[in-house]
């Protein structure tokens, strides 16, 4: 596939069928993940790819925090019980996380740099027929959510990715055109 064509077809997947995402493909996605240019080589990311008692886990750290606005009992913890079931149900759940350096620039470009391997492994998955979904928030915080995922002093989770084949194609979203966006200076 040419890489133009993967970065057109790319897409944020919320659904997955329940087509299984083998060992083999998680690795491929991997090692094209760790090809992203990082800055004096730091090679900042590491990858947690959490089976499902761990993403079932992930989930219940995310469901306690979503049940705590919740008033009725009963209710927060079917939100509770649902988020981990959901979570176990992802065909793959990949927690990135980076060196945690208190070091500015060192902590910005290590940052860049996980980002720049996400989107070589995003790019990479449509390549095998797969989507991927990137998450963020508070959660990557949680003391519950870093142990699910196996993230240990000195690194912090910069986003999870879900993986796997989408259950139905979703439209591209619009964006401005990049003509809109640039400043061609003399
Ligand atoms: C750094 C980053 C964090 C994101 N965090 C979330 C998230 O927490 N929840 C979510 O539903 N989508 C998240 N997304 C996905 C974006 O919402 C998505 O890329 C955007 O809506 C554009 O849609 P597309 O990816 O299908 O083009 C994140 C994307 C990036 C790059």
């Known amino acids: 596939m040419h890489i133009s064509d993967a970065i057109r077809d790319r897409r944020s997947t919320r659904r997955f069928t329940s087509r299984e995402v083998t060992r083999d493909e998680i690795e491929t ?22 089976g499902p008692e761990a993403r079932y886990a992930y989930g219940l750290a995310l469901g306690n ?9 009963a ?20 927690a ?9 620039e060192a902590r910005e470009e290590d940052y860049a ?10 790019l990479t998955a449509v390549s095998l027929g797969l989507g991927t979904h990137i998450k963020t928030g508070a959660i ?21 990715v879900n993986v796997g084949e989408a259950s139905e194609a979703a439209p591209a979203k619009v964006r401005q055109p990049a003509s809109a966006l640039t400043t061609w200076m003399p």
Do not use: C
Not at 33 to 49: D, E, S, Y
Not at 65 to 71: P, V
């Open 113 to 122: 740099a996980a980002m720049m391997a996400i989107q070589n492994l995003s």
């Open 29 to 50: 996605l991997l090692s094209a993940a760790v090809l992203a240019p990082n800055h004096k080589l730091t090679q900042p990311w590491r990858f947690h790819v959490l």
């Open 96 to 104: 990135v996380a980076v060196a945690d350096t208190q070091d500015a």
């Open 140 to 160: 990557m915080n949680d003391p519950a959510a870093r142990a699910a995922a196996g993230v240990g002093d000195g690194y912090r989770i910069v986003a999870v």
């Open 75 to 94: 209710a927060a913890n079917t939100m509770r019980e649902n988020v981990a079931k959901e979570h176990r149900a992802l065909p793959v759940m990949i």
């Open 65 to 73: 925090r979503k049940a705590k606005k919740i008033e009725d009992p």
